[in-house]
């Protein structure tokens, strides 16, 4: 059977997304290559959040293809995902040497399409039409096909709804994924359920927007919203140890959602709560549906439920028409939010999204100015935040060894990574570690005392 390799870019979605395809072609028989050099088809699952995104996996692509078609030209080459579904035919008149481009509600059909571009029954395959359904395809998982028998995964990620209907003007995700569409309770429960019969304890629950999960569909019930039904659907499975989610939206965050912290146990006290901007002006422009004292007053309301709760953030800098006192204003949420870590993004125009239109696009050198600053502020106070757990007992889930170094890794509730002398026995396991000292976002810890074996 042929092997394949898949090259991710992007979030944990396009992760997921990569991965589903992975276990649905592992599923038909083929075997996943270490590497490009050795595979019979190679796709790259693309990201078009950022030009830089897009850039990257294009003159990827063009060297395979260069490689390639020279050494062994009946290698079948694939687009799949957010920029297949923006940009179609066009990847293929820019680098004909493509065989494959699959949109973001395509990714089922796979398996369907290699076999008849591999069987030379088509030459060229481009679908990137939607499909009515197609949220509740991503739920084959590598995991589950092991027949190695070794160690798998402790967490794994489930999609539990396509699409964003919210139309940031920056963000070019409504085109790319569509309008929101989300999978049904049952079948998101009966995935999470598998997962825990084999081995998983930590689940995180996926989607563009997370907090509109059911908004349409599921009626809200004794107060609780259909994302928040969910959680409590999953919270009863045996097993699961840690409920996680991502993305969620500020503006989601219902009184029903802060609650949940303090009623289920499972849901791990970490929120990532984007907020791109701290000016109200900004936050109009970039048409978030909140103001500055919403979103601080959320995080207020989330600390007073889970006081140790770790919140982190993704922000924009450079929006056309940031002024100065826009930024100071963002870099004043970022001192009062003390925020554990944020993502900082400098703004980056894309293509049919009103904000690429918009007057007042910042030069590139105000926005890596504004980058740098924002960054130095986010590092100082995450510093100090990763500091102040020294010498406190936190309970980890091991996952398995450091990528960098010879120490095992393990994650806190509030979603700090710990450094540990640890070994195979300790793969999987919840402890408790004492936390000895903080670096920059990671913290150092030693199981020994608490856990003696
Ligand atoms: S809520 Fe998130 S995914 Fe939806 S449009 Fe805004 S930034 Fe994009």
Known sequence: MPSVYIKTYGCQMNERDSEAVAAQLAAKGYTIAASEAVADVILLNTCSVRDMAEQKAIGKMQNIAADVRRNRPDVVLGFLGCMAQSRGRQLIDQLPDVDLVLGTQKFHRAAEYLDELLAGRREKIIDTESESGSEATIKEHLLLGRRDGAAGPVSAFVSIMQGCNQHCTFCIVPFTRGEERSRAIPDIVAECRQL??????????????????????????????????LLAAVHEIEGLERIRFTSPHPKGYGDDLVAAYGELPK??????????????????????????????????????????????????????????????????????????NAYVFKYSPRQDTPAAAMPGQ?????????????????????????????????????????????????RTRCNKIVLFDGSERHRGRLMDVRIERAGLFTLYGDPAILNPD
């Open 362 to 410: 910042a030069p590139r050198g105000l926005k890596e100015e504004r980058h740098a600053r924002l960054l130095e502020e986010i590092n100082a106070i995450g510093k100090r935040r990763y500091q102040e757990r020294v010498g406190q007992t936190m309970q980890i889930l091991v996952e398995g060894p450091s990528k960098r170094g010879p120490r095992w890794t393990g």
């Open 196 to 229: 825990a019969e084999n081995g998983v304890k930590e689940i995180t629950l996926l989607g563009q927007i997370v907090t509109s999960y059911g908004r349409r569909e599921i009626p809200a019930r004794e107060g609780r919203s259909g994302f928040v039904q």
């Open 267 to 340: 849901l791990c006290e970490s929120a990532h709560l984007p907020a791109q901007s701290g000016s109200d002006r900004m936050l109009k422009a970039m048409h978030r549906g909140y103001t500055r004292e919403k979103y601080l007053g959320l995080i207020g309301k989330l600390r007073r439920v889970q006081p140790g709760i770790g919140i982190t953030t993704d922000i924009i800098v450079g929006f056309p028409g940031e002024t100065e006192e826009d930024f100071d204003l963002t870099l004043s949420l970022a001192r009062e939010a003390q925020f554990d």
